[in-house]
T-cell receptor
Framework: NAGVTQTPKFRILKIGQSMTLQCTQDMNHNYMYWYRQDPGMGLKLIYYSVGAGITDKGEVPNGYNVSRSTTEDFPLRLELAAPSQTSVYFC?????????????FGPGTRLTVT | RKEVEQDPGPFNVPEGATVAFNCTYSNSASQSFFWYRQDCRKEPKLLMS???SGNEDGRFTAQLNRASQYISLLIRDSKLSDSATYLC?????????????FGAGTRLTVKP
């Protein structure tokens, strides 16, 4: 049971390039999330999904897109990278049900846009 | 005012010390509260939920003060392995993880 996995671990992009951050979980969780964490700041929710085929915006969705075609995968797409998107990106998942509140995070992707 | 505020620290304490962190939240409608731990350059992991009556898990005690809108985390008998950043997390809707707000974290270093 690998939990939540993310690829790549590190990436450097040039301004205007695009890329997809991959996230996969093997816990059969319905809920999945993408966060970004800037230095000295709390995690900010970018997008989330409550199940395959259903996604919604979080606090800071501009410049990003997501899809959820399967329960396991929740990729995050950056279309036109900007320096403001330099950050650490965490994917997370949790099970359904009122008591299953713990979010399990992936190891993160460190992205630099120059 | 930030939605969730924490003293960034760092708190530098010797092994065996007792240390406490506070976290204040701005929205009085906040319902659920958590402490997460984040090691350097790693992902956050749930340390404990915070219940209205306060709760304890080994050396860790969490408390909630709704009137003053803060939660606290007390660590007794600090270990070197407790060195990490502690994130305060608040949600508006009970058990709704789509509405979590994270504090920036309090950094703790436990020294020998």
């Amino acid at each position: 049971n690998a939990g939540v996995t993310q690829t790549p671990k590190f990436r450097i992009l040039k301004i205007g390039q695009s890329m997809t951050l991959q996230c996969t979980q093997d816990m059969n969780h319905n809920y999945m999330y993408w966060y970004r964490q800037d230095p000295g700041m709390g995690l900010k929710l970018i997008y989330y999904s409550v199940g395959a085929g259903i996604t919604d915006k979080g606090e800071v969705p501009n410049g990003y897109n997501v899809s959820r075609s399967t329960t396991e995968d929740f990729p995050l797409r950056l279309e036109l990278a900007a320096p403001s998107q330099t950050s650490v990106y965490f994917c997370a998942s949790r099970g359904s049900g009122r008591l299953k509140t713990e979010q399990y995070f992936g190891p993160g992707t460190r992205l630099t846009v120059t | 005012r930030k939605e969730v505020e924490q003293d960034p620290g760092p708190f530098n304490v010797p092994e065996g010390a007792t240390v406490a962190f506070n976290c204040t939240y701005s929205n009085s409608a906040s319902q659920s509260f958590f402490w997460y731990r984040q090691d350097c350059r790693k992902e956050p992991k749930l340390l404990m939920s915070v219940y209205s009556s306060g709760n304890e898990d080994g050396r860790f005690t969490a408390q909630l003060n709704r009137a003053s809108q803060y939660i606290s985390l007390l660590i007794r008998d600090s270990k070197l392995s407790d060195s990490a950043t502690y994130l305060c997390v608040v949600t508006l809707i009970p058990y709704n993880n789509n509405d979590m707000r994270f504090g920036a974290g309090t950094r703790l270093t436990v020294k020998p």
